[in-house]
Each structure stands twice: as structure tokens, then as C-alpha cells.
């Protein structure tokens, strides 16, 4: 795509907003794996839709160094583009590469039968469950399950974490597993809380199966196939601000969105998430200090080395696209734009309201007031 064919396309996405009309503005647009596995600030599919057809043609090649759940890619490879993606977090990478890989239901349940027969010969000696029950940000974990689906909770992080996911087939498993593990609806696993984030819980204690529970969701998973476009694409688990592979390269665009300067706490977001991919009590102290999300709070500067890594990767004709949120704390988009006056001679900066923006019931959404689309060639 040449710059002036994006150009053209970038106009008309600012004047019509398509995200905006029927029918991408429902609630649950766009392919059903989007809702593999919730995810607090995941971007509206619909925008991601829209921003990767007005600046990657088909067959195109780009990428999304913050990925997150991999709403971006997952629209590229379903719309016949060429997708990268990374992201730091390993329950976020796992999510995103279950989405844009290639999978098949038989390799999944093969995987799902075989955490059943671990479920099932495996035991579980007290002071292990005690620990791990009495961790907890708002609630402890013990306060969240019967203590029967809390066990088997328990044996199933054990197993994941012995026998992690190899390909897209099983990664599904894992991810549809992250999904239920709180919500407010029959298919989680937990007393009443929320699908997003965990608010603390209530309701009576119900003994309910995680076979159960979880074969049903990656059976839902699998109800709508892949597109006859379908590319699968590829995400790397890494630091974005660190050396990107040698493979992403020769990009049409970088699209991404990374994380809002106001926006609620990765790590306290998705804790339960977050303990069952791996991470310790130790590690809540530890590894929010790594992600950008916190590090912007003191420092802006730590794009610098997108925005040069942006540089060397793209094409001549290529763009970085940047989706933000401004609040009354932080005009993201001015920030950035200013940052890169040292990387890239055009830039645009183009602000669209939130007020149309749904709440999913959330409570607290941050003090983001604008969406802001920043355009660097």
C-alpha cells in the first residue's frame, strides 16, 4: 500500500468512524474468539478491524509490539494480512497465539483428557492448598471456590504449569481456562464476581467442575470457523522496549495500543489470571516494576525505543499507529507525538470521544475522556 492509498484511507476511517455504525458498534462484534478469554482495556475488535484494513493491504505484513489478548493480530490474520505480535506477559502471549494460530477441537480435547486424568490420580498435601488458598489482593483465593473446585483448580495449575501448551490446540485449553476462572455467569468457576476482573465474591459456595466448566468452553470456542482468508500470524513473548526479532521486518504498518496512562492496574486486574499462569506472591511485588504500564507513570521516555525500532522495521511507505487514551492527567497522544519528532518527519494526532464507549459493567474505567489515534510515517 503506498502512503498516499493509506492516507486516503486514514481520511475517510476520521470522517465516518465505521466502529461507530451498525454493525460494529454491537457489543459483541466480530468472531467469537475475541471473547477467548477476558481482558481489562482489550481494544474494541471493531477499531482493530478498521485500522488494520485502512493501513495494511491484503496479504500486507504488520505488527503489534503491546499485543495484549491479541485483539489486532487476530483481526489481521482473519482479514488475510501477514500478523506479529508481542507482549511481556505469559498468560497474555498464550492468548493471543491461541487466537492466530492454527487448532484443531480433537488436539484440544486430546490435551483437556489428559488434565482429567491428572485431576484424577493427583494429590494435594494440605499445607500446599492452604498456602496457595489464603493468597489473595482483595479476597483470598479460598474465598473465591468450593473448596472441592478449588482443589481441582489447584492440580490444574499444576498441570499447565508441568505440562505447558505447544501449540495453538492446547493454548486454547489454557486460555479458556484463564476465562473461567471468575465471572458472573453459570460457566465460571468461582462464586459470583465478574468475567473482567475479579471483584471480590459472593454468593454460596457451589462445587463446580473445571472439566465440566472448561469443555464446554472450548467447545464454544470452536463454534465459528476460521475465515477462508485466514493467515495464521505469529507473537513473541518479550519485552517490547528490548531488541524485536530479526523476523519483523519489511512491515506495511505497526499497529498497536498500548497501555493507557490511567488505566487500572495490569497486575491487580488480572490476578487470579495472573497466579494461575504461574506467578507467585513474591512476583506481585516484583513484576509490575518491568511493564510499561508502570514505568510510563515516571517516564514517557521508554518509547524511544519503539519509536527507533519502528524506524528500521517499517517500510518506506510504512506507518506506526499508535491508539491512546487522554485523561485529565495525560494527554498521551501530545507526549508521544513530541518523542518522536526526532524519528519521524509526519505525524497526525486525532482525537475521537469516549462517551459512546460501553462499560461492561466495570466500575472503575480510569479518567481516560478520549481516544486518541496518533499517525507517525
Not at 342 to 352: M, N, R, T
Amino acid at each position: 500500500m503506498t502512503q498516499d492509498e493509506w492516507i486516503d484511507n486514514w481520511h475517510r476511517f476520521k470522517y465516518l468512524l465505521p466502529h461507530q455504525k451498525a454493525p460494529y458498534n454491537k457489543k459483541n462484534w466480530g468472531h467469537v474468539n475475541h471473547s477467548l478469554c477476558s481482558y481489562q482495556g482489550k481494544l474494541k475488535p471493531s477499531i482493530a478491524h478498521h485500522l488494520v484494513e485502512t493501513f495494511v493491504p491484503k496479504n500486507g505484513t504488520f505488527f503489534d509490539p503491546f499485543c495484549g489478548v491479541g485483539t489486532i493480530p487476530f483481526e489481521g490474520a482473519l482479514n488475510g494480512r501477514y500478523s506479529y505480535g508481542m507482549d511481556i506477559s505469559t498468560m497474555a502471549y498464550l492468548i493471543s497465539q491461541a487466537k492466530v494460530g492454527i487448532s484443531n477441537y480433537v488436539e484440544s480435547q486430546s490435551y483437556i483428557n489428559q488434565l482429567q486424568q491428572y485431576i484424577s490420580t493427583t494429590e494435594l498435601c494440605r499445607d500446599y492448598i492452604v498456602l496457595h488458598g489464603n493468597f489473595g489482593l482483595n479476597k483470598t483465593l479460598m474465598e473465591y471456590y468450593h473448596q472441592d473446585t478449588f482443589r481441582e483448580i489447584l492440580l490444574a495449575r499444576q498441570f499447565f504449569l508441568t505440562f505447558p501448551p505447544k501449540n495453538a490446540s492446547q493454548m486454547i485449553v489454557l486460555a479458556s481456562m484463564l476465562h473461567i476462572l471468575h465471572g458472573n455467569r453459570p460457566y465460571a468457576l468461582s462464586r459470583k464476581s465478574h468475567s473482567i476482573t475479579p471483584y471480590a465474591p459472593t454468593g454460596d459456595f457451589i462445587y463446580k467442575s473445571v472439566i465440566e466448566k472448561l469443555t464446554e468452553k472450548v467447545i464454544r470456542s470452536f463454534s465459528e470457523k476460521e475465515t477462508d482468508d485466514f493467515i495464521p500470524g505469529k507473537i513473541f513473548l518479550q519485552d517490547s522496549t528490548q531488541p524485536w526479532p530479526d523476523e519483523v521486518n519489511n512491515l506495511d504498518a505497526i499497529i498497536t495500543s498500548p497501555p493507557f496512562f490511567d488505566s487500572t492496574r495490569f497486575y491487580s486486574a488480572n490476578w487470579i489470571r495472573l497466579w494461575f499462569s504461574g506467578w507467585e506472591a513474591t512476583d506481585f511485588a516484583t513484576m509490575p516494576s518491568k511493564y510499561v504500564d508502570e514505568i510510563q507513570k515516571k517516564d514517557m521516555h521508554i518509547y524511544n525505543a519503539i519509536f527507533s525500532q519502528a524506524k528500521e522495521r517499517l517500510k518506506e511507505d510504512g506507518v506506526l499507529v499508535f491508539h491512546l487514551g487522554k485523561s485529565k492527567k495525560c494527554d498521551m497522544g501530545a507526549i508521544l507525538m513530541e518523542l518522536a519528532n526526532k524519528f519521524f518527519k509526519g505525524k497526525e494526532l486525532f482525537s475521537e470521544s469516549v462517551a459512546h464507549c460501553n462499560k461492561f459493567g466495570i466500575k472503575d474505567l480510569g479518567t481516560v475522556t478520549d481516544h486518541q489515534y496518533l499517525i507517525l510515517w
